[in-house]
């Protein structure tokens, strides 16, 4: 199972069993190695989506981020916490996926569109089942589409800027 790298699940939890304030508070992420603030109200909309770095540990989904994506590796975490929270697999061990109100079908760590499967032939990839093959479509997805491929980035955008 990957560490959440964000913490995102205490300040989820606080944003349930407390409404939003009116101000802007901060609320304490405890990190492996150093606590992070959100400065900015915590909703149940937004408590996925909080801005911060991720942790110094290398995960198997870093590493992989930093091969494929050397410029952006942060940004492409965040869009994957976003998308499946950093997971490839649920407990289960079935792959993450989200069906589409266009009928297509989003899967894995980079929540990859099935409208991308004969790509991912065509590279002889995984990507439902493979995590390296899941980041390494997405770079060739970024490659062609950049960051709007994911919607999870203008809601990163969003809240960062």
């Known amino acids: 199972m990957h560490i959440l ?7 989820t939890a ?8 009116q101000q802007p ?3 304490p992420l405890l990190g492996e190695n150093t606590p992070y603030v959100v400065d900015f ?5 937004n408590a996925l989506y909080v801005n911060s ?3 110094t540990t290398i995960t ?5 981020l930093k091969k494929y994506f050397p410029d952006n590796w942060q940004i492409m975490y965040k869009i994957a916490t976003c998308e499946s929270t950093n997971r490839m697999f649920d407990g289960s061990g079935k792959v993450i996926s989200h069906i589409n109100t266009n009928g297509s079908t989003d899967y894995g760590y980079m929540q990859d569109n099935s409208s991308h499967e004969q790509l991912a032939q065509s590279y002889n990839m995984d990507y439902k ?11 060739i997805i970024y490659d062609q589409q950049g960051f709007t491929a994911w919607s999870c980035y203008n809601i990163i955008k969003s809240i960062t800027n």
């Open 5 to 11: 790298q964000w913490l995102l699940i205490p300040v």
């Open 14 to 21: 606080h944003a349930i069993l407390n409404p939003a304030p």
């Open 25 to 27: 508070q901060k609320v």
């Open 41 to 45: 109200p915590v909703t149940q909309e």
């Open 53 to 55: 770095e991720p942790s």
């Open 60 to 64: 198997d989904d870093i590493y992989l």
């Open 129 to 139: 089942g493979n995590l390296e093959d899941n980041i390494h479509l997405a770079r």
